[in-house]
């Protein structure tokens, strides 16, 4: 898998994290991920489309999340597109994992784990008005 | 996803099976809070059968180590965490600060 492209286009409902993680695990595993790579790259992509659907959309179930899963420069690629209201990753506060448990707060941790989880995330405004998160996992060996 | 909850005469055992994303966080929530509305606030959580544990599940066992250990009057004892999910529990730093035990026997013989 070079230059294929894998698309899905699913209701804003968390109720269809699981079909997109099933589509994303089977992309990357396709794209030569190993075992452990695909579920980081699955639940990076998990948390991502949480985003979408609870903030872009802030619960609203009849808005559109696209994913889209491609090869780019022995990178493997997932691109989440929404048309909700725009993200602003600097607005989230960092959780703080070091303090004890119950001093925790309880926000901001999906996107704490989508930057550790990823090689690289990159947030912008799609050109149809919505939010684009680029998630990039690095192949470790040429297929 | 399955949540089935067993209750001991030391403890509760809340066993969970599957996905927990997102969508199934309401319902590990609901189980959790369902204890304590019973006194129960000494519980252990089967892992075993955890295929995906998400940031909101996190943060529902949060808010359960919260209200449990309030008043030292008990805890939640994970155990059984397949390598993958306590992966992720070593990145959100949730690892020290949790007892994790090998199987559910000794999770249950802790209390």
Do not use: W
Not at chain 2, 7 to 24: N, Y
Not at chain 2, 54 to 80: E, H, P, T, W
Not at chain 2, 84 to 99: E, H, R
């Amino acid at each position: 898998m070079t230059t294929a492209e894998y698309e899905l286009c699913v209701a804003s409902q968390l109720g269809k994290l699981a079909e997109i993680s099933d589509f994303v695990g089977e992309a990357a595993t396709r794209a030569g991920l190993d075992e452990g790579q695909v579920f980081e790259v699955q639940m990076a992509t998990d948390e991502a489309c949480t985003n979408s659907m609870e903030h872009a959309y802030e619960g609203r179930e009849d808005g559109e999340v696209h994913v889209c899963c491609f090869i780019e420069n022995n990178s493997f690629v997932v691109r989440i597109t929404d048309f909700g209201k725009p993200f602003e990753p600097a607005e989230v506060p960092q959780p703080d994992i070091t303090l004890p448990l119950e001093e925790r707060s309880i926000g901001g941790l999906g996107l704490f784990l989508i930057y550790r989880l990823v090689d690289d995330v990159e947030f912008a405004r799609d050109v149809g008005g919505g939010n684009q998160v680029t998630l990039r996992k690095h192949r470790s060996k040429e297929e | 996803m399955e949540i089935k909850t067993t209750k001991l005469k030391r403890c509760d055992l809340i066993t969970l099976i599957g996905r927990f994303d997102s969508a199934a966080a309401p319902a590990l929530d609901n189980a959790l809070r369902e204890a304590n509305e019973r006194g129960v606030y000494r519980i252990v959580l089967d892992m075993s059968g955890v295929e995906y544990f998400g940031s909101a599940a996190i943060r529902a066992l949060v808010v359960a180590y919260k209200a449990c250990r309030r008043f030292n009057r008990g805890d939640v004892r994970l155990a059984a965490v397949p390598d993958k999910i306590k992966q992720v529990f070593d990145i959100t730093g949730i690892t020290p600060l949790v007892n994790i035990y090998d199987d559910v026997v000794t999770a249950v013989g802790s209390f």
